[in-house]
């Protein structure tokens, strides 16, 4: 039985950072097979589709500050996810400069990989008409998230997903050999 007194090694994060409709969901879960280590996947979809955010009431328009609440929690789970020695792929899109301080604050001292997930944005749209769960202009929108966040590797979610997922799980491995 491991000793709760022992310090767990915290785990590793890779980052996947872009628009609604660039690929990070399909990325994400073609990177899990193609990493030779066991790694979570871990995204704010995945909380809000398990109804973990409040309900909205219609005669009162939400509760104030529920979705700035919803995400400095997510953000915080992140880091405590990590620390509780979980190796991670997070999906999200950093929406602001206060997002990416935050995220950069909390995760200072932990190892993370992060990785720009683009797409063209003729190739957003189809993305966004085909999906039909998005609103369209939403990828315009959140492509300002590129100029929060400072990146270890760039992808163009154009590529097939299963090169685009060796490369990247190639560049993780290689991302500590390349440190003088």
Known sequence: MPDPMK???AGRIIF???TSSAGKSTLA????EALSEPF???ASDQLADAGFRTIRRARHGGAPGERE???DGF???IATFAEAGNDLIVEHIVESQAWANQLNTLLAHLDVFWVGVHAPMDELERRELERGDRSIGEARYHLKTHGFCRYDLEVDT??????LAARLAKAWLLRRAEVP
């Open 7 to 9: 310090p767990t090694e």
């Open 16 to 18: 996947l950072n872009g």
């Open 29 to 32: 879960k073609a990177l899990r």
């Open 40 to 42: 979570c996947y871990y």
């Open 69 to 71: 609440k919803f995400f």
């Open 75 to 77: 953000h915080r789970s």
């Open 158 to 163: 154009t590529e097939p997903v299963d090169e």
